[in-house]
């Protein structure tokens, strides 16, 4: 069975520019979360989405953070503009419903 | 509010010898779940462990055994004859029980350096 897959690996962008990131979750997996690593910490939930619903964004930036979930299968993640302290990783997993997430390897973001 | 906290930064140990990763947690729900996942170099966040807060029995697989004590809320981890493989940052966690789909709270993790 494959995982979740995301893209890019790697990212480097200057501030104020715009960047997407893109996940697959694995086949059938109804929810789909979106996490900020920052280097040293756990991961932060940004956004969840049940099939192309959003469950919760509370701490997700609003003024310059977007996400969407169309078909309810693939998602893109969308930072506009850029600020340096979005420098992290973020991770994408997903979830049958048995309140265990599977994690992709993550977009590691570098903001100059 | 629901808090994990993780206060072993960084641990190193020589090759063959057992480490403990401690755990502690806060929360107000009487049902939740606790984690523990492993994120090797690669970047990728590796399931090793869920547990329901009615079941307080010590689990082993292989190498690895958790103790959950909830008089005390701790959910700690031991590797038992580590191996250099085992060389990761691992992340306590904990989520509510209330719905399938629950957000999941991170510790901060802790860095585990095994020397050969």
């Known amino acids: 069975e494959a995982g979740v897959a995301q893209s890019p690996r790697y990212k480097i962008i200057e501030k104020r520019q715009s960047v997407a990131f893109w996940c697959n979750p694995i086949s059938g997996h109804a929810t789909l979360y979106w996490y900020q690593q920052i280097l040293g910490q756990g991961p932060k939930l940004l956004i969840q989405f049940q099939n192309n619903g959003v469950v919760d964004d509370s701490q997700l930036p609003k003024d310059r953070f977007s996400a969407e979930r169309l078909k309810g299968v693939d998602s893109t993640l969308k930072i506009q503009p850029a600020k340096l302290e979005d420098s992290a990783v973020y991770l994408c997993?997903?979830?049958?419903?048995?309140?265990?997430?599977?994690f992709g390897a993550g977009t590691r973001l570098s903001v100059l | 509010a629901q808090k994990v906290t993780q206060a072993q930064t960084e641990i190193s140990v020589v090759e063959k010898e057992d480490v403990t990763l401690d755990c502690v947690y806060e929360t107000r729900d009487t049902t939740y779940y606790l984690f523990w996942y492993k994120q090797p170099p690669s970047g990728e966040l590796v399931f090793l462990i869920r547990r329901n807060s009615f079941d307080e029995q010590n689990e082993i697989s292989g190498r690895y055994s958790w103790n959950f004590q909830k008089s005390t809320s701790s959910f700690n981890f031991t590797i038992t004859a580590s191996q250099v493989v085992d060389s990761a940052v691992y992340f306590c966690a904990l989520s509510e029980a209330r719905s399938s789909a629950s957000k999941i709270i991170f510790g901060s993790g802790t860095r585990l350096s095994i020397r050969p």
């Open positions: 997993a997903s979830s049958l419903g048995e309140n265990i997430q599977y």
